[in-house]
C-alpha cells in the first residue's frame, strides 16, 4: 500500500514539474514574440551576431583617428568611441555609419 502511494506521489510531482516547465516555455516565448513585433529587439540582436562584427570592422578601420588631420581628430575620436560603444548593438552603428561617412569623406577632400 505504502509503495503504491510513494508511485503515486513521485508521478504527480513529474506531471506538476511538466506542467510548470510548459507554462514556463510559453510565458517566454509569447515574451520573445511580443518583443519582435513591438521593438524589433530580437531583430536587432539577430543582425548584430550575423552582421554586426563585419560593420564595426569596415567602420573601425575608416574611423581611426590616426588616419585624420589634426582638424577632424576630435570628432573622429567621439565617433570612434560611440562606434566602441554600439559594438553590440546593430541599429545603433547604422546610426554612426552615416557621421563616419560624412567625416570621412571629409578627410579625404582635403587631403587633396
Known amino acids: 500500500m505504502i509503495n503504491i502511494i ?6 504527480l510531482g513529474f506531471y506538476l514539474y511538466n506542467v510548470k516547465r510548459r507554462r514556463l ?7 520573445l514574440k511580443d518583443e519582435n513585433n513591438n521593438s524589433g529587439h530580437v531583430a536587432n540582436i539577430l543582425n548584430g551576431i550575423t552582421k554586426g562584427k563585419k560593420l564595426y570592422k569596415e567602420l573601425a578601420t575608416k574611423i ?9 581628430k576630435a570628432e573622429a575620436t567621439r565617433l570612434n568611441q560611440e562606434l566602441t560603444l554600439n559594438k553590440k548593438n546593430f541599429d545603433g552603428m547604422i546610426l554612426i555609419k552615416d557621421q563616419i561617412e560624412k567625416l570621412y569623406q571629409l578627410n579625404q577632400n582635403n587631403n587633396e
Do not use: A, G, Q, T
Open 25 to 31: 516555455r510559453r510565458k517566454i516565448l509569447k515574451k
Open 64 to 72: 581611426h583617428p590616426d588616419r585624420y588631420k589634426e582638424v577632424f
Open 6 to 11: 510513494i508511485v503515486l506521489v513521485v508521478i
